[in-house]
């Protein structure tokens, strides 16, 4: 990864002594895990190693802007004991929620080349801004546009007075809308549109229903973009996701570059 986006690697390890009696000294403790860390991270340098004590996401957070990080890269905890990854979960999302940069979500230990990205739009300027940006980060990936639409007042047509065939028109009429817009919202894109993949799906009520509908999107990762809070449904894409994720996170008066 390292190499793939030509950028200085620096890893931060969290010393939450609330957690437990330090029977030996801090500079120990340290050293003994620069010692695994470089076991690991052959090609990781020792002035880039961080081992400090805090809370998580604060002491990350202060770490990075210090070194003044691009992106924050985090793992997955699925192979953690069931107590411990409640704990590790609960650190994860308040990393992405105290973070000021877009972090990274490895879901598994294998190397992707991530050659098809999932990026779900709400047609947005923050939405371009970020597709725009990977586009630059990965510029020999197919970029699959997933825009969800919603059918207005899908559950009160029939009492409306609308027929079967009525119904049908007006979803068809709404599907039809949304790929139109899809359409002249790519072509407001400066990317090759040889690269760019339009996909028009209903909206859907979670996560979970996502996953099950959406079967057939196969993609090395998904890219989801927010401007501050992060959604539920962003929390749940990120649980649920067997997929990397990268929460971008959009700051109009910052522009985010390769590096670290």
Not at 62 to 74: D, K, P, S, W
Not at 122 to 140: G, R, T, W
Not at 151 to 171: C, D, T
Not at 177 to 206: G, H
Request: glycine share 4%; hydrophobic share 40%.
């Amino acid at each position: 990864m390292q190499r793939k986006f030509h950028a200085t690697l620096h890893v931060v390890h969290i010393l939450e002594t609330n957690f437990f009696q330090k029977s030996k000294s801090l500079e120990e403790v340290k050293e003994r895990c620069w010692e695994i860390a470089h076991t690991y991270c052959p090609i990781l340098e020792k002035k880039h190693f961080y081992c400090v004590e805090g809370e998580v996401e604060k002491s990350i957070n202060v770490v990075a802007n210090t070194i003044g990080a691009n992106m924050l890269m985090i793992g997955d905890n699925k192979e953690k004991h069931p107590l411990e990854a409640i704990f590790v979960g609960s650190d994860t999302k308040a990393i992405i929620k105290k973070s000021s940069m877009p972090v990274f979500v490895t879901k598994s230990h294998e190397i992707h080349n991530y050659l098809t990205i999932l990026i779900p739009t709400d047609l947005s300027k923050d939405s371009a801004v970020m597709i725009h940006h990977i586009a630059e980060l990965f510029p020999d990936a197919l970029l699959l546009l997933l825009h969800l639409y919603s059918v207005p007042f899908e559950f009160r047509l029939g009492m409306y007075g609308f027929n079967e065939l009525e119904i049908m028109n007006f979803h068809e009429e709404s599907r039809h809308a949304a790929e139109t817009q899809l359409n002249l919202f790519m072509k407001t894109l400066k990317i090759p549109l040889k690269q760019l993949v339009p996909i028009v799906r209903k909206e859907l009520l979670s996560s979970e229903r996502f996953e099950e509908n959406h079967k057939d999107l196969n993609a090395d990762l998904v890219a989801i973009h927010t401007t501050g809070n992060i959604s539920f449904f962003a929390f749940d894409l990120l649980e649920k996701s067997k997929n990397d994720v990268l929460i971008y996170k959009i700051h109009h008066t910052n522009k985010v570059h390769h590096g670290d």
